[in-house]
């Protein structure tokens, strides 16, 4: 393998990282995002409480799937919690200001019914620019040890590949 070859392996290797975890969190979020604006709009809630509502479902949904895997990994929740909410809060943060501050952003989106192409179109498009300005986050987090980075240091037991150099 040619040197320049071989020096872009742990770009592409952070690269995937950052992705896979982007990914992860978006899962969470998404499901709580979806959940929320789904029973705030079926139930008629102004566009606050329902925005309100799918931000805290995405907190919870975010921290239960980083939650979820280290406690069957045999982690105490006690040690496991400050886990997940060192390595998710500011990528969780981050995606549901986007993605909300996109949902506003689209005429019409909050005000539309459940049936309503516009609802989940809006929603799409504003999950995937959320992941977009949550990759960055995520990419210089892991590149220096931090968010999930901590994660699969303990959930796998081994040393993370991307340090500051």
């Known amino acids: 393998m040619s040197h320049a070859a071989h020096a872009h392996r742990p770009e592409q290797s952070l690269n995937r990282t950052t992705a ?3 990914l992860h969190c978006l899962t969470g979020c998404a499901i709580g995002e979806v959940l929320g604006l789904i029973v705030g709009t079926a139930l008629g809630w102004s566009t606050g409480a329902t925005i309100v509502l799918s931000i805290v479902l ?8 980083t939650l979820l895997p280290l406690v069957r990994a045999g982690l105490a929740l ?10 998710d809060t500011l990528s969780i943060a981050v995606m549901e200001a986007v993605d909300n501050g996109v949902l506003l952003a689209v005429p019409g989106a909050m005000a539309a019914s ?10 799409a498009f504003a999950l995937v620019v959320a992941f977009v300005a949550a990759f960055p986050v995520n990419r210089y987090l892991i590149r220096r040890g931090l968010g999930h980075a901590v ?8 040393a993370v590949e991307h340090r500051a150099a």
């Open 114 to 123: 459940l049936s309503d192409l516009l609802f989940w179109g809006s929603l």
């Open 78 to 87: 006690a040690t496991a919690l400050p886990l997940a909410l060192a390595s």
């Open 20 to 22: 896979l975890a982007t």
């Open 151 to 158: 994660v699969h240091r303990h959930g796998h037991g081994g």
């Open 58 to 65: 995405a907190f919870l949904f975010g921290y239960s799937l």
